[in-house]
Structure formats: structure tokens, C-alpha cells
């Protein structure tokens, strides 16, 4: 039995019971024996692999920092406007980034593996874009470093001699010369722009200890592109820029200043016009003047537009003066090109329309110093008065403060103003100011208190690429443009001041509330006509639109002294409404609506209104608040 037992055990290769246990001991030690080599294999593999990458890393390492170094002496350069420091630092940092890219090509074996390979991918393409940007930087300042001097940027004073008409007249024939780079500049641009699409931050950690790294990744990557599509966006209005000029030919242009003391659409009430004729560079004024003279000229009368009918103070009529009620300068301007067609005053052709604000006056004043006028100091000192610049407080004083006599011209004063500083402009050394004019003019232009409008198509294109034009803006997500027209309520927009809170949650049922404050601290001004005091303050009579994502549903609109209305414009949903702000006092609008479920609330574009300054934002979704100072358009991101 025991023997039928034992044939019952089926032995491997015949081996006998006695012979079980010696296997299995065998395979034990196979077992063991194959951990007891690993346990040596893997950490030589490693040791050996990092003892591979770790002198190409060390002279990587070594090589960026090199790059980094440079890089910051080319920033210091450009902060300090040194053209011809940047050009040779330009230079080296090429060929510290080329020296980057051949270390990084050593790594290039590991491409193919998993992870480590697509850092490795990331970081090539990081350094090509990096390196096409350079190349950019190196075209641009190549080009324009002959002309430094005459551009405000550091270098040889080539262009100081000879008269400002000279000097312009050469600026205007440089510029021809530059525009070729443009399409050299964009093109390597471009190749930058596709080394940098390849790069996916989600790769990448949030942080790394206390340095976040994904966020400024994707914020970087984000932002070269946005200066790129704005950059060969703006190739038209680039190209074009000698011939607005009149390089070629004459151009001549409306100009018209906008008071943004007294509030509208597209940034204060139009109270004055000149013609600039523009010829190789060369200014003259064709004709300064009130604006009312225009509405005076006109061969009939217009009814006035139901909103001037429904918010406006004893206005029957329809006046140039008053047409800028679209909050879309291209939309304004139509309106008011339209009524001037039936004026008897013929301004001639012209080009396009140019539209300032008070701010930029001030703006320019503290750059080129104290204009004096028909007798009276226009400085960027702080009147106290108006607690406004000085300039402000003696235009509207010369303009508009009841006399006893005929006062002759009382707004053509500011054609005069704008064309003294235009030659005092072009008078300067252009080392010591053309730079900061330059960069003041954008950032006027930027803050929306200087807009244009071009007849020609190609530099329009150009100009709204940059948002200069006052253009109502497009935007994949959660909007807000809050539009404030004071109709009679004498110039107290500069003493009222803005705030706005937004609250909102993200989700199917999402209300979002918002809450705008207006105060105004100071005294009211005496508006009696026979006191024959200047009347700057006085109650604002204040006409609102909130330009909110088309479809929004209005819930509730509290703080309108009017009937609150609910309509679409530029493929917007817009809340409307009326109310009144005394001096010394202040006045609350609520809104609460629901947006549509397919915007995107976690990214809010802001717009802001041309003619305001400084008006400050809360903006809190879920909880997450972010404050702002609106001096531009604003893009918040609450990812």
C-alpha cells in the first residue's frame, strides 16, 4: 500500500521523495540569489546612469546660468533705454543659448524614454524659441540702433542738430526705412511661437518646495503668445505708420479733444476740434475751434435719439456735440460723421479721427514743462481749487465760466494748447524726451485716453489688434464693461469716485451680483449763472450700461431712479438705467443676474471705459477674491 502511495506522487524528471525538498532548496537559493543581484545590479545601473548624466547636467547647469546672467545685463540695458548696450549683449546671449542647445543635444538619448524624455524635449524647444526670440530682439535692434538718438533711445547724438521740422521729417523717412524688418521680426517670431506650442505645462508639478512652477509656465507660455498675435496683428498698422505720416503724401486729420471731467460714452463730452495737416512729418494746424460751431452750422435739426430724449436735461435736438453715445468709438464716430455731413462748415477730407482726454494733456505737460496761454499758466501742479492739475482747472475756466462779454474762440484755446505741445515736442533734444513722449503716448493710448480711427482699412486693422481703438472687445468667457454717460451734471466726474464689487459662484443655478458705488466727498460748486461762478461740481445726472455675456437673465436691478431697461448690443446682454449722485454724497446700484451655463465664469474680461482712471474693482468667485485698479483692460483667471 505504502509502495501504491508513493506511485501515486508524481516526481519531476524522476527524481525520488527525498529528492523534493533538495529541489525546492534549489530554487530558493536561484531565488534568492537573483535578489541578491539585483540588489547590486540596480544601484550600480543607477549610480552608472547618473554618473552619465551627471557631468552633461553640471555643464548644462553651469551654461543656463551663464544665460540667465546675460540675459539679466540685456534687461538692465533695455530698462535704461541704452540701445547700443543692448546690441553686443544680444550677441553674447545667442551664443550663450547656442552653447545651451549643444548641451542639451547630448541628452538627446533620452527623448525616447518615458517622462525624463519629454523634459528633455521641453527644455530644446524651450531654448529654439528662446533663441529665435533673440534673433528677433537682434533684427530690431540692428535696424533702429542708426537711429537711436532720434528715436529717445541712448546713442550718438546724430539727429539734435538742424530745426524741429528737420528733425521730424528725418524720423518719418527712418521709419520707411525700418518697416522692411517687420516681416524678418514676425517670422522668427513665428518660429518661436511653434518651439513653445510644443511645451505642455501640465507636465509639470504645481511647485516644487515653495517655487510654483507649473502656473508660471503656462502664464509665460501664454503671454508670448498674446505679444505674438499682437504683434504681427499689428503688422498693418506698422507698415503703414510713414504714410499716416504723410511720408509720401499729405494727410490730414480730425483731432478732437473729449472732457472726460464731463463723462460719456467714449470718454468725455466732445467739446472741441482741429485740423492737423501731416505732411513728410511737418504739423500745421489747419483750424482750431469750438465744437459748437459746428452744431450752430448745421442746415437743419435732428430730433434727438430717445436716449438723450429719455436721460438727458432739456436737449430736444440731436448735436454733434452729443453723438458719441455708442460705447464703441468706430460706432461714435459714424454717429457723428453723419450729423457733420449737414454742416455747412466743410472740414475738408481727412484720414482719420483722432479723440483725446485731459489726461493725456497732463500727461504731457509733466514731461515737457508749463505751457502759458492767452495769459494763463497751463501746469501739471495741483490747483487747489478743483484738487486737479492746474491745466484742467484753467481750460475749463477759460471755457466755461459765465463772462459779460462775447468771449471769442473760448474753446479753440485747446487747439492752440495741443499745437504748442506738439512743437515744443518736436523742439527737444530727442534723446532726453522722444523716449518717454514714446512710451507715454502708448500707454495713453493703452489706458484708452487717446483713441483712433483710420478710413483706410489696413492701418485700422492694426490699430484695433493693439486696442487702440476704442473698440467694443471679444471674449470667450465671463464680461463686464460698465458704461457711465453724465448728461447735465456739470463736470463732476472729477470729484466722483467708482467702485465695483462682483460676486459670483460657478455652476448650473449661479447668480452673480454686482454692487457699484459712486461717492462724491467734495462741496457743490454755485451753478447760478448770474453769480458768474465756475461750475465744476455739481449732481451727477449719471446714464448706465452693464455690458455683461450675451444671454445673461437680469434677476433683479436695484438704485435706478428710471425705468431699468434689458436689450443686446455687440452680442452682449446689457442692463440699463438712470440715477443721480449729489455732491457730498453717494449712490448704490445692485445688480443680480444669472449668465448662461456655457461661459467659462473662471476667466472674467474687464473692459474699461475710455476717459476713466483708477476705478477699483473686487472681483470674488467662490470665494476667491481679486482686487484691481482699472487703468486698462483687465483678464482675470480663477483657475
Known sequence: METFGYNKISFDEGKKPDQVTTVKKFKGRRISKRIFLTSLILPLLIIIIGLILYFPLKDLKMAVSESVRIAGAVYQAGKKQDIEKVQPKLGELKKSLEKVDSKIKILSWLSPLPVIGNYQKDAASLVKGSIYGVEAAQ???????????????????????????????????????????????????????????????????????KTVVRARMAGGKKLFSETASLFVEAQPFLRNLPQLLGNQKEKRYLVIFQNDAELRATGGFMTAFAIFKVDKGKLTVERSDDIYKLDEAKKRSFPAPDKIALYHKDVPNFQLRDSNLSPDFRESMTAFEKLLSDSSVDLGEYQGIVALDTHVLVSTVKILGDFTIAGRIFSAENDKRCDCPKIIYEMEDYATRPVAFIREDRKGIIGTLLYQIMQRALGVSPSQYWGKLSQMFLEEASQKHLLFYFKDEEPQKGIEALNFGGRMQKFEGDYLHINNVNFAGAKSNLFVRNFVRKEGKTGDEAVHKLVLTYK??????????????????????????????????????????????????????VFEGFFTVKPQGSATVEIRYKIPSSVDAKKLYIQKQPGTQDHEYTVSLNGHEQKVILNSDAELSFN
Open 139 to 209: 533684427i530690431t535692434v540692428d535696424t533702429i540702433v542708426p537711429y537711436a538718438d532720434l528715436l529717445g533711445l541712448k546713442g550718438k547724438s546724430t539727429f539734435v542738430s538742424g530745426s524741429a521740422d528737420d528733425r521730424i521729417k528725418t524720423a518719418v523717412e527712418t521709419m520707411d526705412k525700418i518697416v522692411p524688418s517687420i516681416d524678418k521680426i514676425a517670422a522668427k517670431i513665428e518660429l518661436a511661437e511653434k518651439e513653445l506650442d510644443r511645451v505642455d505645462p501640465a507636465r509639470y508639478p504645481e511647485k516644487i518646495g
Open 520 to 573: 462724491n466727498p467734495e462741496p457743490a460748486s454755485n451753478c447760478n449763472l448770474e453769480a458768474g461762478q465756475l461750475c465744476l461740481n455739481g449732481i451727477l445726472r449719471n446714464w448706465l450700461r452693464v455690458y455683461v455675456p450675451k444671454g445673461s437673465e437680469l434677476i433683479e436691478f436695484k438704485g435706478s431712479e428710471k425705468k431699468t431697461l434689458t436689450y443686446e448690443e455687440f452680442n452682449r446682454s
